[in-house]
């Protein structure tokens, strides 16, 4: 079952850059910064509420955050919701005919796991599932 929005991805080129319009005009402080390799991403958090903003910046030409950059460009790249069944939240969608880009949980950063369903099954929405503290 889904509990909360965990967080909201933001795709940005620079979250050095980034970091400063957080920091400076919303007055907010980046707790943590990590690199994920398995998701070619460095990652920046800031929480607002039980909600935290995820700043994902690409460390490869060819990661999907870089390709969705070079299309889109900066902006909202995924919601993420906390779910306390990860797996069950995965068969549920699968049995609903969603498209899954993960079959099965990986690790992502705050070593939550996590999985994506497809957007075109999401109206658009890149959708994150996530369980685990980060």
């Known amino acids: 079952m889904l509990q ?30 990590e690199e994920v390799a398995s998701q070619q991403v460095k990652t ?3 929480t607002v ?13 060819e990661s999907p955050v870089a390709k969705f950059l070079a299309s889109r460009g900066e902006g909202i790249h995924h919601v993420a919701y906390a779910c306390d069944d990860l797996a069950g939240q995965l068969v549920q ?3 609903a005919g ?23 099954s999401s109206h658009g929405v890149l959708t994150e599932l996530c369980s685990g503290e980060a």
């Open 98 to 120: 969603c498209r899954l880009i993960h079959e099965t949980p990986i690790v992502g950063a705050g070593n939550k796991q996590i999985a994506f369903l497809h957007p075109k």
């Open 44 to 46: 920046a958090f800031f």
């Open 4 to 33: 909360k929005i965990d967080h909201l991805g933001i795709a940005v080129h620079s979250i050095a850059t980034a970091r400063l319009f957080y920091e400076q005009v919303l007055g907010l402080t980046c707790e943590h910064e």
């Open 49 to 61: 509420g039980e909600t935290h903003i995820e700043l994902l910046e690409p460390t490869s030409p």
């Open 93 to 95: 969608a699968r049995e």
